[in-house]
């Protein structure tokens, strides 16, 4: 059995704990089982970059973050675009068939799933494992990298939190998270963060200043802002989508912090800093809860292998590692629910959300 693997899009800290526990499978249970690596992603499927791979390889990589195979990121959009005559889609099927794999194996997110969908469907034998620090993915309640992401987005905060206090300082602070707001929620709450800015619930500025007022008149000189990358505000939330790019781009690559913090002082006395955790949240090594998870997905991955059930997206529900088709997660997000129990249970806390 001749098995590829890869790993796709943005990294995070439990990709080779993934793999090593689908390898780790696959070499015990299959007899006279072959692993391609390909390198930097679907890149190395297009363009027949690739490394056979040998049970050493998966050895010693429980607890080392990024990828022993690279990774890049091919927008989903671009995949059946043909640039400089090349036919990317056309690449992968055959560098497929050329080195006779029985399967693929993505560990990607969103857009990944969509590519592996989209290979799904054009006849490949495919299955996804579901990787991002943003856990966005749609169809699972967790994607591996997020509970790491967290443990580093919350100490930052803890940091920023004394220096704050001892300053009487506001700080806004910029999590990971373009499209939703999971880190930034989750980070925020286990870091008693006074103010939580999500792409999924709108802010108004002056509702921001009014809770660190409030902070203020009862004693609390300093506030905790943790915002996502993508947080907008009510105004922002009415353009469309067009006029939203155009507004994120005259940015020049300057997080939204910068802009807030600039409005926030019309409002307030105190002195504002802003800080960016920035790609450390994707960095280093997977925490104990991302190994144990990452394992049991690489399990389940080799388990859809061994069975030939393919076309399908390892995923964790209600507690348990289980699988399903790709095309019902392909193109969805996971959004963080704006009137969901956590958030309520945050507002019920006394955590503004600007709104
Ligand atoms: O894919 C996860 C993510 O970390 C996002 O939260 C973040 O906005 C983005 O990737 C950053 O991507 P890049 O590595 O391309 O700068």
Known sequence: MRVGILTSGGDCQALNVTMRGLAKTLYRNVNDIEIIGFLQGYKGLMYEDYKIMKPK???????IGGTILGTSR???KKMRVIEDDFDKVAAMKNTYAKLKLDCLVVLGGNGSIKSANMLSQEGLNVIALPKTIDNDTWGTDYTFGYQSAIDIATTYLDQIHTTAASHNRVFVIEVMGHKVGHICLSAGIASGADVILLPEIPYDIKEVAKAIKTREKNGKKFSIIACA?????KEEATLSK??????VKARNGQS???????????????EIRVSCIGHAQRGGQPCPYDRMISTQFGVAGARLVMGGDYGKLVILKNNGVTAIPLVESAGKL?????????????KLLGISFGD
């Open 57 to 63: 390889d998966f050895s010693g990589i429980i607890n």
């Open 334 to 346: 996971k959004y963080v629910d704006a009137v969901g129990a956590k958030v309520k249970d945050a």
């Open 242 to 247: 067009k006029e939203y790019k155009a507004k």
């Open 229 to 233: 990358e993508g947080a907008l505000s």
């Open 74 to 76: 091919c927008p989903f």
């Open 256 to 270: 939204v912090v910068y802009e807030i913090a600039a409005e926030l002082e019309k409002y307030i006395d105190s």
